[in-house]
């Protein structure tokens, strides 16, 4: 019974990895689309940004618009916008790869090329 149980453990461990590669090839097609799309379209790219705005102005949670910057800033060369901008390259991978959290001033970096700008509020709770 022990051996048939380690079994099926070992077997939904391999479906579990099995499907991960599947959520990751789908992530992987839909950021390469998504980018491609905004590429074509920079105007896409501005409303799909407009929307993270507003999500993170809900939720405080900066993630999903550090992922939106870093699809649109990939459709025109993370190179090109980091020479154009004067922003270092470094800096912009380490934000896009949760390495480096951004101050104010980081992200404005970022946001300003594109029409936008971070404010910091203050607010008694």
Same mark, same amino acid.
């Given at each position: 019974?022990?051996?048939?149980?380690?079994?099926?453990?070992?077997?939904?461990?391999?479906?579990?990895?099995?499907?991960?590669?599947?959520?990751?090839?789908?992530?992987?097609?839909?950021?390469?689309?998504? &980018?491609?799309? %905004?590429?074509?379209?920079?105007? *896409?790219?501005?409303?799909? +940004?407009?929307?993270?705005?507003?999500?993170? /102005? #809900?939720?405080?949670?900066?993630?999903?618009?550090?992922?939106?910057?870093?699809?649109?800033?990939?459709?025109?060369? &993370?190179?090109? %916008?980091?020479?154009?901008?004067? *922003?270092?390259?470094?800096? +912009?991978?380490?934000?896009?790869?949760?390495? /480096? #959290?951004?101050?104010?001033?980081?992200?404005?970096?970022?946001?300003?090329?594109?029409?936008?700008?971070?404010?910091? &509020?203050?607010?008694?709770?």
């Amino acid at each position: 019974m022990i051996h048939k149980n380690v079994s099926t453990i070992r077997q939904n461990a391999l479906a579990s990895r099995q499907n991960v590669s599947k959520i990751k090839i789908l992530n992987d097609d839909f950021n390469r689309d998504t &980018i491609e799309e %905004f590429r074509r379209d920079p105007e *896409i790219a501005i409303m799909y +940004l407009e929307s993270e705005i507003e999500e993170y /102005h #809900k939720t405080g949670d900066i993630k999903y618009l550090l992922r939106t910057l870093k699809r649109i800033i990939k459709a025109f060369g &993370i190179t090109n %916008f980091s020479k154009k901008n004067n *922003i270092n390259r470094s800096t +912009l991978n380490n934000v896009f790869n949760n390495k /480096h #959290k951004p101050g104010i001033n980081t992200l404005n970096s970022i946001l300003k090329p594109l029409g936008y700008e971070a404010l910091t &509020i203050f607010r008694r709770i």
